[in-house]
């Protein structure tokens, strides 16, 4: 997609992708051209209030590339972490951003900031909206996306439309891949995500170091100025060849492999998507991967999916939240 200054804002849409670590946004246009686009760091204290400032900063950094003002924009949409009321425009139980305790109004609090109406969504649903619409997923007519970042995040797209259930479908992050297994971040044991996500991978690291474990992470984490092992710094840590590294990152393969794999069993599909920072960074030989790992769980191995990096790469959340703004 071809980027440049914008000389109408009528009809411009704005994305902002809120992710554990990272927050993208991007300004688009009525046929999906990128106008301009932006990323911040993610606070890592303050909560909800210093999470929506954040939000308003790298959409204001990103109208500013589009030669566009907030206010002007048709809308703007927010793909988020945890429990998403599009509705009441809210988000709770988002335990991967700071300090996010109850629930909380982003999309009236954003809205004061930027002047212009705001409207929210599930993370990992509005990267996968764009997928199906823009990317990967065009005529797919059913697939499971998968994020794998800070945590591990689910959507599902059935006969060409996105499976909400009752709100919550597609958190593949939270079934359970070992019984009793490791401590996830939701509280709960042996979810996919306490194995695969980013968070809960630096957690386990840390305690490994601290008991004087060797591993080049945290010294690359330094030299990128990152306070939280980013998608990058687990990259460098990989092509440096780290031991501790590839252990973590060839544990939270496999457990991808195992929970996709049930997943597909379930459902059926013939596609699985790779999103998320770490799915992106890593690329299609994760994806490969990953695959691979699922094929001693899969009832019909003959028939195993086809499993794809997102084609929008990096930007597709920041895309998917701006399509929840209607044509205008």
């Excluded at 509705?87 to 930027?114: C, I, K």
Aim: hydrophobic share 45%; net charge positive.
């Amino acid at each position: 997609m071809a980027t440049g200054p914008a000389r109408d804002p009528r009809g411009l849409r704005g994305g902002i992708d809120l992710g554990g670590t990272k927050i993208q946004a991007v300004i688009i246009s009525r046929t999906h051209r990128i106008l301009g686009e932006a990323r911040r760091p993610t606070p890592a204290e303050g909560g909800p209030e210093a999470v929506t400032a954040a939000l308003a900063g790298t959409l204001g950094d990103a109208a500013t590339a589009a030669g566009v003002a907030p206010r002007a924009l048709a809308g703007v949409g927010v793909g988020s972490p945890g429990s998403v009321d599009a509705q009441a425009g809210t988000v709770s139980q988002a335990g991967n951003l700071p300090d996010w305790d109850g629930s909380f109004p982003l999309a009236e609090r954003l809205g004061r900031l930027v002047g212009c109406p705001v409207r929210l969504g599930n993370d990992v649903q509005v990267a996968n909206r764009a997928e199906m619409r823009l990317g990967a997923g065009r005529g797919r007519p059913s697939f499971i996306g998968v994020a794998w970042g800070t945590g591990v995040g689910g959507s599902l797209v059935l006969d060409g439309r996105l499976w909400l259930g009752r709100g919550a479908a597609g958190e593949i992050g939270h079934t359970v891949v070992v019984r009793e297994g490791a401590p996830c971040t939701c509280g709960r044991r042996g979810c996919l995500e306490a194995y695969a996500g980013r968070a809960a991978m630096e957690l386990t690291a840390r305690k490994r170091a601290d008991r004087g474990e060797k591993t080049v992470l945290f010294r690359v984490m330094k030299q990128f100025g990152r306070n939280r092992l980013t998608s990058g710094v687990w990259a460098r840590a990989l092509d440096e060849d780290d031991p501790m590294a590839h252990e973590l990152i060839d544990r939270a393969v496999g457990a991808l492999g195992t929970g996709i794999a049930s997943a597909i069993n379930l459902l059926d599909v013939g596609a699985v998507i790779i999103e998320g920072g770490l799915g992106i960074r890593l690329g299609q030989p994760y994806a490969d991967q990953i695959a691979a790992a699922m094929q001693p769980h899969l009832f019909l191995p003959q028939r195993a999916p086809e499993v794809q990096v997102a084609a929008l790469g990096d930007l597709g959340g920041a895309i998917g939240a701006a399509l929840l703004v209607g044509a205008v």
